[in-house]
Every structure is written in structure tokens, then in C-alpha cells.
């Protein structure tokens, strides 16, 4: 019997803690970590988010300021891509928040 009330009481949240006081996460603010990338080089040098990935895995993408998306040399291709700025995302309270599994969120 003592096992059980102590098995009971670890999972337990602390005394005065409540759900309440976790910080609340607006997932259409969380950016899928997978449309994410890197530009090291040249004028357009930082952290973008692709619009075509954020287009296919992020149903808020319709959603995104338009003030933030610009056409990006990514040198890989010979075509100037599209995408967001990361940290104009940011100032609007996007954020990188998760890598999307087989199964969704």
C-alpha cells in the first residue's frame, strides 16, 4: 500500500503548481524546423524559411506578412528563390517549433 501512495504522489505536480502557469504557445506561430535554412554568403546572408515548404507543412501559411517574404539567391539553383525572412518571422512572434513526424504535430 505505502508503494502505491508513493508512486501516486511522484507523479504529482509540485504543490502550487498549476497548468496555468506554463507559458502559453500559439502553435500557428510555431514554423516547421524543416523548411529552415541557412545562407551563409552574398546579400541575402541569415536565416530563411522556404515559401514552397512552408506552403505544403504549415497549414498557417496563407497567414505569414507578406512584408517579410523576398526572392533569395540561394546559389544552389539559377534562380532566385522564395522565402521568409527569420528574423522578420520573429518580430511578428514566429518562432522554430517543431520538426514534423511521419504522423503530424
Not at 17 to 25: A, G, I, K
Not at 72 to 89: F, G, M, N, W
Amino acid at each position: 500500500m505505502t508503494a502505491g501512495i508513493i508512486a501516486a504522489q511522484r507523479n504529482q505536480p509540485a504543490p502550487g503548481y498549476t497548468y496555468r502557469d506554463q507559458p502559453y504557445v500559439d502553435r500557428s506561430k510555431l514554423l516547421p524546423a524543416g523548411c529552415r535554412f541557412q545562407l551563409t554568403q552574398g546579400r541575402d546572408r541569415g536565416t530563411w524559411y522556404g515559401s514552397n515548404c512552408l506552403r505544403q507543412s504549415f497549414p498557417w501559411a496563407g497567414r505569414l506578412p507578406s512584408r517579410c517574404e523576398a526572392l533569395v539567391d540561394t546559389r544552389r539553383r539559377q534562380r532566385d528563390e522564395r522565402a521568409y525572412s527569420a528574423q522578420c518571422l520573429a518580430g511578428y512572434g514566429y518562432q522554430a517549433g517543431y520538426v514534423r513526424s511521419g504522423s503530424g504535430w
